[in-house]
């Protein structure tokens, strides 16, 4: 799953057979860093309750209609949460590899 | 399956069934030096990891699917093992080090 930010919403009325009350959301995919990457995409809101401005996270894919309540639908993107908090400590990162790291031969 | 390293927690009260109860770990994927990459995700954990631990990462969703017993189940991403060694036989790293990996 990876971060993104919903920035619209899309209203289809006319939609594949499955695709009945599922809402769509314009999302931009952020990097580790919460920053923009890439284009926006749409993505179905798995979860019925995020709105703009809200930081998501997504999965994509084939998991992405499973996360929805008719699974053998066609989205490739599906709003699977939304995040209260991301809780990283600088010094976790600072620290080297927990495993050892050896190149023999 | 890729090996990374744990750099935080994400915590989401709304969220899909399939993931109620499930500890959400930020990983960052590792090279094959250790390095950290511009690479990422939100992975499912369930082997007790922490941050700072090196993990691995199984990132395919009939996988994570049989390990969460899920089925139907929107889940790619879970935390399968911590890592104790990487042991590099003959590895002479080429450019770039992973096929998707860039070095900071």
Known sequence: ?105 | MYIGKVVGNVVSTIKISHLDGRKLLLVNQLDLQGNETDDYDIAVDVVQAGPGDTVLVIDEGNGARQILHLDPGAIRAVIVGVVDQVALADYAPASPPTPNGKRR
Do not use: C, H, N, Y
Request: no cysteine.
């Open chain 1, 1 to 105: 799953m990876k971060f993104a930010r919903v920035i619209g919403t899309v209203v289809a009325s006319q939609k594949a057979e499955g695709l009945e009350g599922v809402k769509f959301l314009v999302v931009q995919l952020l990097d580790e860093q919460r920053q923009p990457k890439g284009e926006p995409q749409i993505a179905a809101d798995a979860t019925a309750q995020a709105g703009p401005g809200e930081l998501v996270f997504v999965v994509g894919s084939r998991e992405a209609a499973q996360a929805l309540p008719v699974v053998f639908v066609p989205v490739d993107l599906a709003i699977t949460g939304i995040i209260d908090e991301v809780d990283a400590d600088p010094a976790d990162r600072r620290r080297g590899p927990t495993a050892a790291w050896t190149t023999s031969g």
